[in-house]
């Protein structure tokens, strides 16, 4: 076997044995059940792990990842993520977090095929739609991609407020903030872009449900 795939195991032993030193009881507690306080909504790219950047443990982050951190109002595996995770674990906080140099954004400001992947980078597209005006009057292509990767997430946190199951989480009172952050794999820093919407107020008239 590759020593790429065995290490994994080995990793597992010392990882077990070290959280063990640290709390006989770690992995008793977390057999009893989650309770986390936060859905990650991250991006799938390999330097953006949720837990190891922002210091959590096992049991404290609910996370849902795909390309490009999107929301995508057709996408079963989000909404079921997202319903379990606001109705069933009743967490107060859900995070889009997208990141600088994502492979995803870029791709959806070219215009190369990629293959299947076009399909779900036509939403990414449809933000730059939105925003053409500011990305294009931006001077670099670096410019260009860092912004839209702001405006993808911001446009996230507006698709989240659009579910039924956020708004109906608010009309029964709930405390529930949606946050948009952005990590810098350049320098492992974590911004909030301060885009947090608590209420219904922000949501476009058209996209209301009556309660
Ligand atoms: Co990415």
Same mark, same amino acid.
């Given at each position: ?48 792990? $949720? ?29 079921? %993520?997202?319903?379990? $995770? ?50 294009? $009057? ?56 301060? %885009? ?16």
């Amino acid at each position: 076997m590759p020593k790429i795939f065995t290490d994994i195991f080995k990793n597992n032993q010392e990882w077990v044995q070290q959280k063990l030193n640290q709390d006989p009881d770690f992995f008793n507690k977390l057999a009893k059940g989650q309770k986390p306080p936060i859905l990650w909504i991250g991006c799938s790219d390999s330097r953006v792990p $949720a837990n190891e950047i922002t210091g959590t443990q096992p049991g404290e982050i609910f996370v849902h990842r795909n390309i490009a951190n999107m929301v995508v109002h057709t996408d079963m595996s989000m909404l079921s %993520v997202l319903d379990y $995770a606001v109705n069933v674990l009743e967490v107060s906080h859900v995070i889009v977090c997208g990141h600088y140099g994502c492979g995803g954004v870029n791709a959806a400001l070219d215009n190369k095929q990629v293959g299947i992947i076009d399909n779900w980078l036509r939403n990414i597209k449809d933000v730059y739609r939105l925003h053409k005006a500011e990305i294009d $009057a931006l001077p670099t292509l670096e410019q260009k991609q860092r912004r839209m990767v702001e405006v993808n997430v911001q446009e996230q946190v507006f698709d989240l407020i659009k579910t039924s199951i956020i708004q109906n989480a608010w009309a029964r009172g709930r405390f529930l903030q949606v946050h948009g952050l952005v990590y810098d794999i350049a320098n492992g820093i974590l911004k909030d872009l301060n %885009v947090t919407v608590g209420d219904n107020s922000e949501i476009d008239s058209v996209y209301k449900f009556d309660v």
